[in-house]
């Protein structure tokens, strides 16, 4: 865009020399024809100057319709250029928000897996503590059944002793 800002605006100042050169020829054409012709050659000189004269005249005007056209696309371009720069301004502070934006999720998720991993390692402390009292309990649990087996054994022994002294009696 700004390359073809800086070509347009090259091209309208070799159209405006051109423009001034052209009317420089016109005004010296005209100060020609100015002069009265003496002699038939200069008459034929004359027309053929006249003859330039207007072509220079219908250049001049086409030079002058091409130096509007290129100012109205310069403005039409420099409005561009605004529009775009605007536009490149808000895409900048959006995306500088986004990026604010995503250092905070970053620093949440940084902070959430601090403490999610802080939970595992407590979480894992508990059950190795919970397992440590369930194999007690486990421990604890055996040497009960041993002792209820030891007594029902001997209650039962008993209990044959008395049979036996009941039916010897």
Do not use: W, Y
């Amino acid at each position: 865009m700004l390359a073809e800002l800086q070509r347009l605006q090259i091209l309208i100042k070799t159209l405006t020399q051109q423009l001034q050169d052209k009317r420089l020829e016109n005004i010296q054409l005209q100060a020609q024809l100015a002069t009265p012709v003496v002699n038939p050659e200069e008459q034929q000189a004359r027309l053929a100057l006249q003859h330039q004269l207007e072509l220079l005249q219908v250049e001049h005007a086409q030079g002058v319709k091409d130096q509007e056209t290129l100012s109205e696309r310069l403005v039409e371009l420099g409005r561009s250029h605004q529009d775009l720069q605007s536009n490149h301004e808000g895409l900048k502070a959006t995306h500088t928000q986004h990026q604010v934006e995503q250092n905070q999720l970053r620093s949440e998720i940084q902070q959430l897996k601090q403490t999610l991993e802080n939970e595992r390692a407590d979480f894992t402390q508990i059950k190795a503590q919970l397992e440590a009292e369930r194999d007690g309990l486990v421990r604890k649990n055996e040497f009960a059944k041993q002792k209820v087996e030891a007594i029902i054994h001997r209650l039962s022994m008993l209990g044959q002793s008395t049979s036996t002294a009941d039916t010897a009696n």
